[in-house]
């Protein structure tokens, strides 16, 4: 009962904060939902299917495309947000296929390597506009009413995070969530147990890249733009960063490490935008707050914020590697 | 045909630099089943930090020495941070050195800048059976093949390399007889930061070095690691050296804006390969 009050005021929360900030809180409320989309994802893979992808932004990006070129060659705008998920997806299970044989640090650098590959190729084919990528996406709407304030996008945007949520939390609950953790523990005994790994192991990725493919969505309908830089590898990194510091495998974890890493780059964003800092100091600032928040965690508080704040240890379920 | 020779020395040559890279992560893999992603930032570290020092007017020798002897420093510190605390899983340990490489941007930003940086390497060109090579093209391939030399003889004849290889083929056995497997891991990771400031220093004098080329250069690495399944440093020798040639051979012959997916494909399909040769019950068990 108390855990579904504290859901009902966090929900309460999410909307009714679009009311009250102005359009750089706005903007930043936005970027923040983004994130804990893909970062629930991110979590969901290297909690449950112990398994890490250092190309999540790929992923980000084909959901960003799938809409950017659905809308601009005139199909309506939620056809785009529909079918960026499901590309996503798609992508997921082709390129999984073959990769999931992979684990562990393999994996890691198979999904970075796919990454690279689309971000190269991106940056060349034509239909994707080259580097200079695709510009002028109209306005997110459905029939003739269009999207047009930053609120708007931001309760889009929050309602399609409660839903990965909440499609999360079922999946964990579920008895394939319960396979799943068998499986990150081990495979052998996983299999042996008449868990079918690979089928498991390919739809969680699907879902995780799913749900990246739909915040790529909202991000194209709400920035107006997309272009390789915006997916660097170091995206795919901050995701695992917000994951990490969060707690993997916590459906409430993905969200408190996207708002904690989202709130403190943005502060120091500011601090370093003081007069008479060096130009380079946001860059730099934001660089070392990763990899210290990042370092700081894996060794020091491995189960990540929520589950230790929370003090629900589940002991000995760290991530097992190859 | 002499256009021909000219891309394979030079590729060779860019194969030796992503080879020596390898071989760090090989030797760090060996020992303490970590792979490190910070294996490309030594060699950004060295490369900056030769530029500099060359720039302040400190002769050449010393400064190329200087920025190796930075490099396995900053390879200590990472193992430090990565297998330092006793119970950390090797992919925790991938994590950490994901993280070191981001910090080490923070660090090189604030120090080099973020524009390439170069530096003067040996001047001149020779010219082999009418094919122009540069000097440092030939003198990155002898240093290489010297390096691999003196890694075989300190692997395989010294009682501190039997130490470490005693490590990597069993660490409880090794352990049982009285290594401290910790300290070959740092020791490892020193090597590692070594070989790659090694390969740093060779290579910024061939094309410019930013605090962002780690990535480039650790994913090169990493695909001629594959090739040896990141044990075998001299299959890994070879994966390097045929990367290096066919991404040059790829560049000269007019392909060189897929070179990159050249690479990663192929590093792809070796992965997928080995994988499906091996079982799960095998490598759970290591």
Redesign the interface.
């Known amino acids: 009962m108390k855990r579904i009050a504290a859901a009902a005021l966090a929900v309460a929360v999410a909307l009714g904060l679009p009311l009250v900030l102005d359009d750089s809180a706005l903007a930043v409320y936005v970027l923040l939902g983004l994130a804990a989309i893909v970062t629930v994802g991110v979590s969901l893979l290297m909690g449950f299917a112990g398994q890490v992808s250092l190309g999540q932004g790929a992923f980000y990006g084909v959901g960003a495309y799938t809409a950017a070129l659905l809308a601009l060659n005139g199909f309506p705008p939620l056809l785009g947000l529909v079918a960026a998920p499901l590309m996503a997806a798609v992508f997921a299970v082709l390129i999984g296929m073959p990769l999931l044989r992979l684990r562990g640090h393999h994996l890691a650098f198979a999904t970075l390597a796919v990454q690279l590959i689309l971000l190269s190729l991106a940056g060349q084919l034509e239909f994707t506009g080259g580097d200079i990528g695709l510009q002028g996406i109209p306005q997110f709407g459905i029939g003739s009413w269009e999207m047009d304030s930053a609120a708007a996008y931001a309760w889009l945007t929050w309602a399609a995070l409660g839903l990965v949520m909440l499609v999360t939390h079922h999946v964990i609950a579920s008895r394939p969530g319960r396979a799943l953790r068998a499986l990150a523990t081990s495979e052998t005994a996983a299999a042996s147990s008449g868990i079918p790994v690979g089928r498991y192991k390919l739809v969680v990725f699907a879902l995780s890249a799913a749900f990246a493919g739909l915040a790529g969505g909202i991000y194209c309908f709400y920035t107006g733009y997309v272009a390789p830089g915006s997916f660097p590898v170091l995206i795919s990194i901050q995701y695992i960063v917000m994951a990490v510091v969060g707690g993997l495998g916590t459906v409430w974890g993905a969200l408190a490490g996207a708002s904690a890493i989202t709130l403190l780059v943005q502060g120091l964003d500011r601090l370093a935008a003081l007069p008479g800092m060096p130009t380079y100091a946001p860059s730099v600032l934001s660089y070392a707050v990763y990899a210290l928040v990042l370092i700081g965690v894996v060794l020091f508080l491995p189960q990540g914020l929520v589950p230790a704040l929370t003090r629900r240890d589940r002991p000995g379920r760290r991530g097992r590697a190859s | 045909m002499s256009a021909f020779l000219t891309y394979l020395l030079n590729g060779l040559a860019v194969g030796c630099a992503i080879a020596l890279i390898a071989s760090g992560l090989v030797a760090i893999h060996r020992v303490t ?1 970590v ?1 490190n992603f910070a294996q490309g930032t030594f060699a950004v570290v060295a490369g900056l930090c030769t530029s500099s020092l060359l720039g302040l007017g400190v002769p050449h020798g010393v400064s190329e020495a200087a920025a190796v002897l930075l490099a396995g420093v900053a390879g200590l510190l990472t193992g430090l ?1 990565a297998i330092g ?1 006793p119970g ?5 340990s ?3 050195t ?6 080490a ?2 660090v090189e ?2 120090l080099w ?2 524009q390439p940086r170069s530096a003067p390497g040996l001047a001149g060109s020779v010219t082999i059976a009418g094919a122009r090579i540069q000097t440092q093209h030939l003198l990155v391939i002898a240093v290489t093949a010297a390096t691999f030399v003196l890694l075989a003889l300190f692997f395989g004849r010294t009682y501190l390399g039997k130490a470490l290889t005693a490590c990597a083929s069993n660490p409880y056995a090794a352990r049982v007889v009285g290594i401290d497997t910790r300290r070959m891991g740092l020791l490892a990771f020193a090597l590692g930061g070594l070989l790659g400031g090694l390969a740093g220093v060779l290579i910024t004098p061939l094309r410019p070095i930013s605090f962002d080329t780690d ?1 480039t250069l650790i ?1 090169n690495a ?1 695909a001629a690691a ?1 090739f040896g399944a990141l044990t075998r440093p001299v299959v890994a020798l070879g994966g390097a050296l045929l990367l290096g040639v066919a991404e040059t051979m790829a560049a000269g012959y007019g392909y060189g ?2 070179q ?2 050249v690479a ?2 192929l ?2 399909v070796v ?2 390969v080995q ?2 040769r091996r079982s ?2 095998h ?2 068990a ?1």
């Open positions: 089943g792979v941070a605390r950390t899983t090797p992919l925790s991938l994590i950490i994901l993280g070191v490489g981001v910090l941007y923070a930003i604030v800048g973020d990535v994913v990493f594959v804006s897929h990159l997916e990663l494909g590093m792809l992965m997928i994988a499906s799960a019950i490598e759970e290591v």
